[in-house]
């Protein structure tokens, strides 16, 4: 199956070319063709299927063969993301598959002026990509107008509604136009996505790639047992002699992630901490840090990581466990995008065995237990001892859960 082959134009076409892309992803082969038919689609994947290409090409593909002459840089498309990073990165796929056309895009977020914002719009833009929030401060002050909206895509939908968006979703669909199509895009199902879909969508095609909470099969996935009091030390051994250049390491709280920032910088290891209590542009400016390589660790909290997209990022590190399991599946997420292998480490203490638990039971599988030597944990875990660079991996099968 090639792009040509799901129904793309030559200007898609080689935009994809230029990204390198040979072939359609999953998801991209099953979502392209049922939204280029124009049907409402209600779609099961987890970030790093390719599911943002999977909604944009064909948006940009409808939006080209409708040919809204009459309607220049009228809003015709709205994406609703739940972070301001999945925002900046959506738009910016919009910007890149669609460079060999004439639409014009703009990314619309809290936490930054809303002047230019309002600028652009003046400008006329065909996509906008928004969080919902500030969406709601432009149409509440009219420096938008979406009654020419043909498309409403709602990504990474569960997030939205664990981040509490959904009433500001419903105000911000109440004044979309009735006819219209309509994608949502959801990493997990839930009793609320049901009916948030069935408020919004119209017979949706259901289309899935992943079992719907499962984590993704490519992340070789590992539990380290360790002492609380000496997480920081392991994880500088491990990215010490791992040799790791790139690591995106979670933490449970803001205050624990610049904590852990700090302390890498002082075992001198290059860290940044990234979280919602800090400005956009630093936010933006750590992202691209880390992307460039300038430094090797971004330490987030969940939300602030929602919507990291970086191109084969080796490893990630829980340095807690998530209390809520579903952040497990998102967090392990940002590594094995698109086919690349990557590696989901966590570094668990006595106190996180409940936590362990509940992941394990959500993703369906026994997690590998190990225990670094020279980093013994409490003698009550049981876990396989290894050496560094040694035998893990080697041993997946299946073992009990942590304690006895
Ligand atoms: P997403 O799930 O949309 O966050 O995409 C994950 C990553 O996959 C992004 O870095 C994309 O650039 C990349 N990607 C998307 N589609 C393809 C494809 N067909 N082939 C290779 N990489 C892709």
Same mark, same amino acid.
Not at 244 to 260: D, Y
Not at 274 to 281: E, T
Not at 357 to 382: C, H, R, T, Y
């Given at each position: ?16 070319? +230029?990204?390198? !892309? ?17 049907? *409402? ?8 299927? #390719? ?21 220049? %840089? ?28 004439? !639409? ?7 936490? @930054?002026?809303? $002047?230019?914002?309002?600028? /652009? ?33 709602? *990504? ?32 997990? !199902? ?26 993704? +099969?490519? @992340?070789?996935?590992?539990? !380290? %047992? ?14 010490? +002699? ?24 002082? =075992? #001198? ?7 919602? $209590?800090?400005?956009? &542009? ?5 992202? /691209? ?12 909290? *969940? ?5 990291? =997209?970086?191109?084969?990022?080796? %490893?990630?590190? &829980?340095?807690?466990?998530? $209390? ?5 599946? %998102? ?7 698109? #086919? ?9 203490? @006595? ?26 944990? *409490?003698?009550?875990?049981? /876990?396989?001892?290894? &050496? ?13 859960? #942590?304690?006895?």
């Amino acid at each position: 199956m090639t792009f040509k082959d799901l129904g793309l134009s030559a200007p898609l076409l080689k935009a994809i070319r +230029e990204q390198g !892309y040979e072939t359609p992803t999953p998801i991209q082969e099953k979502a392209i063709p049922v939204i280029l038919q124009k049907k *409402d689609v209600l779609a099961g994947a987890q970030t790093g299927t #390719g599911k943002t290409a999977g909604f944009t090409l064909p948006l940009l593909e409808l939006l080209s063969r409708a040919k809204h002459k009459t309607q220049q %840089h009228k809003v015709k498309a709205l994406v609703l993301t739940p972070t301001r990073e999945l925002a900046s990165q959506v738009e910016e796929s919009v910007r890149l598959y669609g460079k060999h056309l004439p !639409y014009k895009s703009a990314v619309i977020f809290g936490g @930054v002026k809303i $002047n230019p914002q309002i600028a /652009a719009l003046r400008k006329g833009v065909d996509i906008v990509v928004a969080t919902p929030g500030r969406l709601l401060d432009h149409i509440s002050q009219k420096t938008i107008n979406l009654a020419s909206v043909d498309f409403l895509i709602l *990504d990474e939908a569960d997030r939205m509604l664990d981040m509490g968006f959904v009433n500001d979703i419903k105000k911000v669909v109440a004044i979309l136009p009735k006819e219209r199509q309509t994608l949502l895009f959801s990493a997990t !199902y839930s009793d609320a996505i049901k009916k948030l879909s069935n408020q919004f969508l119209k017979s949706p095609k259901l289309i899935e790639v992943a079992r719907a909470n499962t984590s993704s +099969e490519i @992340v070789k996935q590992a539990v !380290y %047992h360790v002492d609380k009091t000496r997480k920081r030390e392991l994880l500088t051994h491990l990215i010490n +002699e791992g040799k790791w250049q790139q690591v995106l390491v979670f933490t449970r709280t803001k205050h624990g992630a610049n904590r852990l920032s700090g302390q890498l910088e002082k =075992d #001198g290891i290059t860290a940044v901490a990234i979280h919602g $209590n800090k400005s956009q &542009n630093a936010r933006t400016k750590a992202l /691209a840090d880390f992307k460039k390589g300038v430094v090797r660790v971004l330490v987030a909290t *969940d939300i602030a990581a929602r919507g990291i =997209d970086i191109d084969q990022l080796p %490893h990630v590190v &829980n340095f807690e466990l998530p $209390n809520v399991s579903e952040d497990y599946v %998102h967090r392990i997420g940002r590594t094995g995008r698109a #086919g690349n292998n990557g590696e989901a480490i966590s570094l668990v203490c @006595v106190d996180e065995d409940e936590f362990l638990a509940n992941i394990e039971k959500l993703i369906k599988k026994d997690i590998p237990k190990v225990w670094l030597k020279g980093f013994k944990p *409490d003698p009550s875990i049981k /876990a396989e001892p290894i &050496n560094m660079g040694g035998n893990r991996g080697a041993r997946n099968k299946p073992r009990g859960r #942590g304690r006895r």
